[in-house]
């Protein structure tokens, strides 16, 4: 079958949640992915921050290999070798204590919410706990995280939703200190918020949000799942502000490409929330997907890949700061590290469509904003080939 009429038969089998870009992508290498017709493109979208270490890693696809060759399921009845070996490494990665491994970001979050209720039933045997969850901010499809995500038009058509969440302004402590309550268990926002647009923390917020979470022994929840694995330059953003949370979600980059999530939590609690019973998956934790995650932080510690990230982030933000002061019609410019922003004054699928016809593979944030999330090896030389085909389209 041709390109064309494997996306024809895509059409008439799939259901249509998705408007999807027109190729069909058959493999990849490195920082290069390549359609059926062999035309090569540079990848600055990495499976949407998943592929932080490219494509064809030999290193990563032989532990993969090898782990099929022994066993992939056995159910979460029983203990597996590469769950124990990616939950260790999570913990010293993250700095907290107790992990619940999932199939996807969405599951993590809500696993993050049953959580904080939990903990807060806890204390006061009480079922009327809130939560405050970020205007503009995404989490995921499922009902629990579709109720925290703070754009109503992912929510309208699906509500009512888990009830008792209320919106404050990313970036502004004072609206969340205006919704605080004796009903609050936890306040739960994206580090670096991606779909909504790339609004990173400032500095204030994050630990303002912080001082109002240990005063009044609510749960500080960071969503990571998109800028979390490396993308900012550190292993977790929330890392840069010197701030440690009560729960953290993560996926995406965890996997570079197998389907893994998780959430992470204190040892305080871990010991006050969760218990026997309350929480399960078939899948989650399985160890296929855990050797994936194991093998993915051991490659963490034997590369610079944080140094790259750190360094050629930088020479990124400079060439779309350069874009920026340059074209009247980009209004800002946001992001740290390999997940940066620019935000257009129109829609921007035109622009996106043209870079993909020149060999250039990127995606938006919302209508009017090109999202930069490359796999994290991408190279200086790699930052200007995308630099002349973007400036090309515009």
Excluded: W
């Excluded at 250039?360 to 490359?374: E, K, S, W």
């Amino acid at each position: 079958m041709t390109q064309k009429e494997y996306i024809d038969e895509a059409e008439k089998a799939l259901l249509h949640t998705y408007n999807r870009y027109q190729v069909v992508f058959d493999h990849g290498d490195g920082v290069k992915l390549y359609d059926m017709d062999g035309k090569e493109y540079l990848d600055f979208v990495a499976g949407i921050s998943v592929f932080a270490f490219g494509y064809n890693n030999k290193e990563y696809n032989d532990a993969l290999k090898a782990q099929i060759d022994k066993i992939i399921h056995t159910s979460n009845y029983y203990y597996n070798v590469p769950a124990v070996e990616a939950a260790k490494k999570l913990k010293e990665a993250s700095g907290l204590d107790r992990v619940f491994f999932t199939n996807s970001g969405a599951e993590a979050i809500e696993g993050a919410i049953k959580t904080a209720r939990k903990y807060a039933y806890l204390k006061d045997g009480k079922t009327d706990h809130e939560i405050i969850a970020m205007e503009h901010s995404f989490h995921g499809r499922t009902m629990g995280a579709l109720s925290v995500t703070g754009n109503p038009k992912y929510r309208e058509a699906f509500e009512p939703g888990i009830g008792n969440i209320k919106f404050a302004r990313m970036n502004d402590l004072e609206s969340v200190k205006a919704l605080i309550n004796e009903k609050t268990c936890a306040i739960l926002f994206e580090t670096v918020q991606g779909e909504g647009g790339i609004y990173p923390a400032t500095d204030e917020f994050i630990k303002g949000v912080r001082k109002l979470c240990d005063e009044h022994d609510i749960l500080m929840i960071l969503d990571e799942i998109q800028c979390g694995m490396g993308r900012t330059g550190y292993m977790f953003a929330y890392q840069k502000y010197g701030v440690k949370p009560d729960v953290i979600t993560t996926a995406k980059a965890l996997g570079c490409g197998v389907p893994i999530g998780a959430f992470a939590m204190t040892e305080k609690v871990g010991q006050n929330s969760l218990k026997a019973g309350d929480h399960g998956t078939t899948y989650g934790g399985n160890p296929l997907a855990c050797a994936a995650a194991s093998k993915v932080f051991d490659m963490f510690k034997s590369t610079e890949i944080l140094k790259n990230v750190k360094e050629t982030g930088d020479y990124l933000y400079e060439k779309l700061e350069m874009l920026y002061n340059k074209k009247n019609d980009i209004v800002a410019h946001r992001g740290i590290g390999f997940i940066q922003g620019l935000e257009f004054d129109h829609p921007v699928a035109d622009i996106i469509n043209k870079a993909l016809e020149k060999g250039l593979v990127l995606i938006n944030a919302g209508t009017n904003i090109i999202r930069f999330v490359p796999p994290l090896i991408v190279s200086k030389a790699d930052v200007d080939a995308m630099f002349d085909i973007l400036t090309e389209c515009l």
